[in-house]
């Protein structure tokens, strides 16, 4: 049975629902991390090659251009209609995917839109560049192939293979492959150039919001509080990582791999042992996308929020620290709570004297 709270001004919200409410409140701060504020949700995050610029894309209908160097705004890219939820960088442009169910692409120094394309009929939740192409996968359950050199900009494929909405897409290291995750729970290899499916994976057993692949290994995660590792050539699952809620995005950084979840959290495991070696506490809302530039990790937030950490050996054992400290004072605070003052004794002491009067 759910609890529909009695607080004034709550009605219709459960009592957990209130709980979790007031425990992102108690976390709300602007500071950790080296946060960098933002008027809207990050959606997705990207860091340029040469690593002097961020580029995120914004519920606002925009992405924004920040230099890593001074941590400033220095663009804007507008004319969507809807959120954008995903970006694509290759060389001299920039191409973005919106709820308005466009795909644009941009020039990279002016912020000029060169080109719309158009062909999804629902969200384009994901998109990417490789070679001559750009993939992208949307809501309509399609996964449509782009012709993209020379400005030419057509559609060249369209494939309807997933039951459900298409959520992100990731290239294999020699770009011949390319992999797609759903709603579905499951995850297809596409051969880029013959637009068909070679090999499924399944597994999770309900929505799958990130892909990365390294090496031979396919890195999941999942609505179902898990990241799963996939050997590519066997299609057999050979790694688990649970969580405490979803997982919404993944980023590999040389022995580690780093989880983004809706517990507000981000996760530095061990990629030979599988042990997470720390749980980085800062932002105060679903951590929904992460990318890498050499030890900095950048994560983007519902928050309203980009921010920086430090994946050093020793920036790790800090936050161990941090979040001991933190849990040490969450228990003392829990504990004064819980000891009666002398007016509150006196009065319980009355009030069983009343009762046994009776």
């Not at 499916?197 to 396919?218: M, N, P, Q």
């Amino acid at each position: 049975m759910v609890n529909v709270s009695q607080e004034a001004g709550a009605f219709f919200q459960t009592d957990a629902e209130i709980a979790k409410q007031k425990e992102k409140a108690a976390k709300y701060n602007y500071t950790a991390g080296e946060a960098i504020k933002l008027s809207s949700k990050a959606l997705e995050i990207k860091v340029d090659e040469d690593g002097q610029y961020l580029y995120v894309a914004e519920s606002g209908f925009f992405v924004r251009k920040i230099s890593l160097a001074t941590s400033k705004t220095v663009k804007f890219f507008k004319g969507h209609k809807g959120p954008v939820t995903t970006v694509a960088i290759c060389k001299d442009k920039l191409w973005t995917g919106s709820w308005d169910k466009t795909i644009k692409q941009w020039d990279i120094a002016t912020a000029e839109c060169l080109a719309t394309l158009e062909g999804h009929t629902d969200f384009v939740k994901t998109i990417l560049v490789i070679g001559d192409y750009l993939l992208s996968g949307s809501s309509d359950c399609f996964i449509r192939k782009w012709h993209i050199k020379n400005g030419d900009n057509k559609c060249i494929a369209a494939e309807k293979k997933h039951r459900r909405p298409i959520e992100t897409l990731a290239p294999s290291e020699n770009g011949k492959y390319v992999f797609s995750g759903s709603s579905d729970g499951t995850v297809l290899q596409w051969d880029v150039a013959t637009m068909q499916v070679v090999k499924s994976f399944a597994g999770h057993d309900t929505s799958i919001y990130c892909i990365r692949v390294w090496e031979e290994d396919l890195w999941t995660a999942s609505a179902d509080k898990t990241v799963r590792r996939f050997n590519i050539n066997t299609g057999k699952e050979d790694m688990l990582l649970e969580h405490p809620d979803r997982v919404k995005s993944i980023a590999l950084a040389g022995p580690y791999i780093v989880t983004g979840a809706s517990d507000d959290n981000i996760r530095v495991w061990d990629v030979g042992s599988s042990k997470l070696l720390c749980t980085i506490e800062g932002h105060f809302d679903e951590v929904g996308s992460l990318s890498v530039l050499g030890t900095i990790l950048y994560s983007g937030s519902l928050d309203c929020s980009v921010r920086k950490w430090s994946l050093t050996k020793a920036a790790l054992e800090k936050y161990n620290e941090e979040a001991r400290l933190q849990k040490q004072k969450k228990e003392e605070a829990k504990d004064t709570a819980d000891v009666l003052t002398e007016e509150e004794e006196r009065e319980l002491a009355e009030l069983l004297l009343s009762d046994n009067d009776e």
